[in-house]
Nanobody, 124 residues
Framework: QVQLVESGGGLVQAGGSLRLSCTAS????????LGWFRQAPGKERVFVGG????????IYADSVKGRFTISRDNATVTVALQMNSLKPEDTAVYYC?????????????????WGQGTQVTGSS
């Protein structure tokens, strides 16, 4: 059974930083592309960033480019999202996701496994 467990969410003032982490189990982690998504109240879940199987390719949504950094450690089966210069509009539940494939995808439906989500709130 595949499990993804996120941690690191919280409340932060505008301009501050948070680091989200996601640990996987039951997954061939080193052969899985990974992604972070977020869902604000009343809105659809959207892509934030993704990383391919070996970490050599990363993609970001325009809204977070230059502020967020995704990374992975296949030895510890973790994926992280470093979030800097947070804005109130970054407030959402953040989900990590994994797919049965080595290539990044930006579409929600292309991911096979999801974490339970962690709340990030940016205050003004």
């Amino acid at each position: 059974q595949v499990q993804l467990v996120e941690s690191g969410g919280g409340l932060v003032q505008a301009g501050g930083s948070l680091r989200l982490s996601c640990t996987a189990s039951g997954l061939t982690f080193s052969m899985s592309a990974l992604g972070w998504f977020r869902q604000a109240p009343g809105k659809e879940r959207v892509f934030v960033g993704g990383i391919n199987w070996n970490g050599n390719n990363k993609i970001y949504a325009d809204s977070v480019k230059g502020r967020f950094t995704i990374s992975r450690d296949n030895a510890t089966v973790t994926v992280a999202l470093q979030m800097n210069s947070l804005k109130p509009e970054d407030t959402a539940v953040y989900y990590c996701a994994a797919r049965n494939g080595v290539v990044i995808d930006t579409e929600v439906q292309r991911y096979d496994y999801w974490g339970q989500g962690t709340q990030v709130t940016g205050s003004s």
